[in-house]
C-alpha cells in the first residue's frame, strides 16, 4: 500500500526498472495485481555476459532508488530479472521491503553469489561459467567462488574483500553462533553499492570464439547470400507471421534482413560472443522485438528445481511461446555430424515447436559439412547416411514440403516445411 500510495511503483515503471502491473483488486485482506505478460522468460544461465553485467547493474540500480526512497530489495536473485523489449527488467514486485535504519542490505550476499561472483568467474574462466546457475538456482556457494578464483586476486582489495574475506567469515561462523548483524548507515550501503556498479561496469570479458564473427567468413558468395536472404523475408512474409525464433541465429543478421513486421523474434546461439554482438546491436538501435539468449541446442535448459518445477525448460517454454516460425539456418549439418544426432530426432525435435519450419541443408560438397565429416577420420563413413534423401525421408514424417529452393552459387537448399497435423 505505502510503495502504491507514495508512487514509488509508478516510480519505476517510468525509470524502465520494474515491470509494469495494475491493480485488479484491493481489500483489507489482500491486493490482487496482473503485471505485464512477457511472452518468453529467460534465465541468467542463457545470458551472454554482457546481458548478465545489464541484469546486475539494474539490480544495483534498483536497490539504489530503494534506499534514496527509503525502501529495500529483500533479496537480489538474479531469478527476479529477465529481458522484454530490448532490455533488463525486474519482475519481482513482492522483493520491496521498508528500509530499516543502520541495518545491511539484506541481499548484499545474494547479489555476491547471484552477480558478482558468477561475472567473476566469467571474466577469468570465460562465458561458461555462467552456465553454473543451472546447477545452483540459489546463488554459486561463496567458498565455492573463493576457491575458484586465481591466487592473484587475493591482492585485489575489492576481490578480497567481497569475496574471499566473506568466505572466510561465512566458514567460521558455518553454524550460526558468534554472528550479529552489524551496523551500516545507508550512506555507507550507497558507497558499496557505488564501487559494485563500477567494478560491474568495467568488467570484461577476454576470449574469442569461431562463431563471433561468423558472417564475415561464410562460404557462399554476396549473391547466394542475398538471394537466401531474400526467399526468407517472403517466405515469413506470405506466412504473415508475427513470432519466430531463430536457432543457431548467431548476431540475428537474417532476422534484421526479414522487412515483415515482427512481434517478437527470439534469436539464440550456442556462441557467447554472437549472442552479446547482437545484444550491443540492440541496444544501439533501440529494437524491442529481439530477444538474444544463449542455447546450446544440442542440451537445451531444463526444467530445474524443486520437482523440476522451479525453472521450466527451453522446450516448455518454447512450446507455450508456439512461435509461427522457426529459422534453423546452417544449423542441420552441425547437429548432424557434431553432436551425431540423426535426421527422425532433429526432424522431432524441431516438430515439437514448430508450426512452420524453414532450414537450411548444406549438401555433402559443402566445404564446412566436408570439413566436419573430415573430422571423424576413421568414423567418416559412418556419416554415410548424411544426404538430401534421408533427409527428406526422416523429415516427411513430421512435416509436409510447401517449396524448396537450392542457393545459387552454394551446395545448400532451403525448405519450407509444415508440420503435419496428425504428429
Known sequence: MTLRDKGFFNKLFKAGLLIEHKELTNTDSAIIIEPEQISFITYPYEWSFNQYKEAALLTLKLQKYCLENNFSLKDASAFNVTFHKGQAIFIDTLSFDFYERDVPWRGYKQFISHFLGPLILAHFHGAQSLKLMSNFIDGIPIKMLSSMLPLKTKLSPFIYSNIHLLA?????????????????????????????????????LNETSEWGDYYSKTNYSKQAFQQK?????????????????????????????????????????????????????????????????????????????????????????????????????????????????????????????????????????????????????????????????????????????IDKLNIGDSERVLFLLKRKDDV
Request: proline share 2%; net charge positive.
Open 168 to 204: 572466510r567469515f561465512e566458514e567460521k561462523h558455518s553454524d550460526g553462533v558468534g554472528q550479529k548483524v552489524s551496523s551500516l548507515s545507508k550512506k555507507g550501503q550507497l558507497n558499496i553499492i557505488k564501487s559494485i556498479y563500477g567494478y560491474i561496469k568495467n568488467l570484461s
Open 229 to 401: 536472404s531474400k526467399v526468407i523475408n517472403t517466405w515469413i512474409g506470405e506466412l504473415g507471421a508475427k513470432v519466430l525464433i531463430d536457432i543457431g541465429g548467431n548476431d540475428g543478421t537474417f532476422v534484421r534482413q526479414i522487412g515483415h513486421e515482427l512481434d517478437v523474434a527470439l534469436v539464440c546461439d550456442i556462441d557467447n560472443n554472437a549472442i552479446d554482438v547482437n545484444y550491443r546491436l540492440i541496444k544501439e538501435r533501440r529494437e524491442s522485438n529481439i530477444l538474444p539468449f544463449v542455447l546450446d541446442v544440442l542440451n537445451p535448459s531444463a526444467s530445474i528445481g524443486f520437482n523440476n518445477n522451479e525453472r521450466a525448460s527451453f522446450l516448455e517454454r518454447i512450446k507455450k511461446f508456439a512461435p509461427d516460425v522457426t529459422l534453423a539456418l546452417a544449423v542441420i549439418h552441425h547437429m548432424t555430424l557434431s553432436g551425431n544426432i540423426p535426421f527422425q530426432m532433429s526432424a522431432q525435435f524441431f516438430a515439437s515447436f514448430s508450426k512452420y519450419l524453414i532450414i537450411e541443408f548444406p549438401k555433402r560438397k559443402d566445404s564446412y559439412v566436408e570439413k566436419l565429416l573430415e573430422s571423424k577420420r576413421e568414423f567418416k563413413n559412418h556419416f554415410d547416411f548424411y544426404n538430401i534423401k534421408n533427409f527428406n525421408r526422416e523429415y516427411s514424417t513430421y512435416f509436409k514440403t
